[in-house]
């Protein structure tokens, strides 16, 4: 089979090579890739930034179409469309040390190949409606979308929610609070992004470039309240102004460390205002079950920004890196 392998850290350091095709054991399924998803992580491992052991299969999220199940498989058919969770050994339960020390494309070698073998028990259906390309983004930005809105966030229909930017957990965690019949406020630097989002729903655009002061803004348009739930994808930068901008009892889910793994904030807003930080990291299997169910009932789709080929990952890294994409970046297989 067709595998992409990093064998240093850069761009430039992927190679396509050949591999055997793993024997399907009991218990496991084999797995035509059909699509992978792109993640800020993914960039990172590349350019050796999260160094990993080499030669290594890139890449965490991916869907495919089952081609054959091993003894003492139930539930799974051929022809099945599934993708593989983001944490292989977080089935249920909340996140302890053991459930993530395991993952794809760090730890182990990563789904940028063209069959996977895996344990039938990390294996999650796809909604009918969604594409390849689509249902490859739910693993990671799907999950973790998922986690912050409802998990943290507990949303009830009327709640407030400020998300940032429009890469995919954003744009994932926009579906998933209008779907619970919250008020969306969403910040950009991009204009057209703005009209973008929305259409996809958001009710309250702000260009944080134009008005950078927007945890201001923010408590301004909800006359001194602020929102009850700020989904933060960048970190030390905007975190700050996340804690100035939500509302007292309210909670802030962190999901990204665009911005560093470092933050400084105002200690004492965060105990007057008794506000709850989150750090997600993704979702267990039953978590991604039920956003499955959800995304079905609601007939959402994610939002898919460009699809490159499996040879052409670097320039859909780069694509990545240059920040101007809208929604998720996609590799798709022939």
């Given at each position: 089979m067709k595998v992409i392998e990093l064998i240093g850290p850069g761009l430039e350091a992927m190679r396509v090579a050949e591999r055997e095709i793993p024997s399907v054991p009991a218990g496991h399924a084999k797995i035509r890739v059909r699509a992978?998803?792109?993640?800020?992580?993914?960039?990172?491992?590349?350019?050796?930034?999260?160094?990993?052991?080499?030669?290594r299969i890139p890449l965490s999220d991916a869907v495919g179409e089952v081609v054959e199940t091993g003894a003492g498989v139930n539930g799974l058919d051929i022809g099945d469309r599934v993708f593989a969770i983001y944490y292989p050994d977080w089935q249920s339960g909340p996140i302890r040390p053991e459930k993530f020390a395991r993952d794809r494309g760090a730890t182990g070698d990563g789904v940028a190949a063209e069959y996977l073998v895996l344990p039938a028990n990390e294996l999650v259906r796809v909604p009918d409606h969604l594409s390849d390309a689509q249902a490859a983004t739910l693993p990671c930005a799907g999950l973790t979308a998922w986690s912050a809105v409802t998990q943290a966030g507990g949303l009830i229909p009327g709640s407030s929610v400020l998300l940032q930017g429009t890469g995919g957990v954003s744009l994932f965690a926009l579906q998933f609070a209008l779907a619970a019949g919250a008020e969306v406020w969403l910040i950009s630097s991009d204009d057209a992004k703005l009209e973008r989002a929305r259409a996809l729903g958001a009710h309250h655009l702000i260009n944080y470039r134009t008005t950078p002061d927007w945890d201001v803004e923010v408590l301004?348009?909800?006359?001194?309240?602020?929102?009850?739930?700020?989904v933060d994808v960048v970190g030390s930068a905007t975190l700050a102004r996340a804690v100035n901008a939500v509302t007292s009892g309210g909670r802030i889910s962190i999901v990204g460390v665009l911005g560093g793994f470092e933050a400084s904030i105002p200690l004492y807003p965060v105990m007057t205002k008794s506000v709850g930080l989150h750090g997600i990291m993704s979702g267990n299997r039953e978590d991604a079950e039920a956003m499955v169910r959800a995304i079905s009932a609601q007939g959402i789709r994610p939002v898919v920004d460009a699809t490159f080929a499996l040879e052409e990952l670097s320039n859909a890294l780069r694509h990545l890196e240059d920040g101007n994409h809208f929604g998720k970046v996609v590799i798709t297989f022939d």
């Open positions: 992978a998803s792109l993640n800020y992580r993914d960039l990172l491992i590349v350019k050796g930034l999260a160094p990993v052991a080499y030669p301004a348009q909800t006359v001194g309240r602020g929102v009850d739930l700020v």
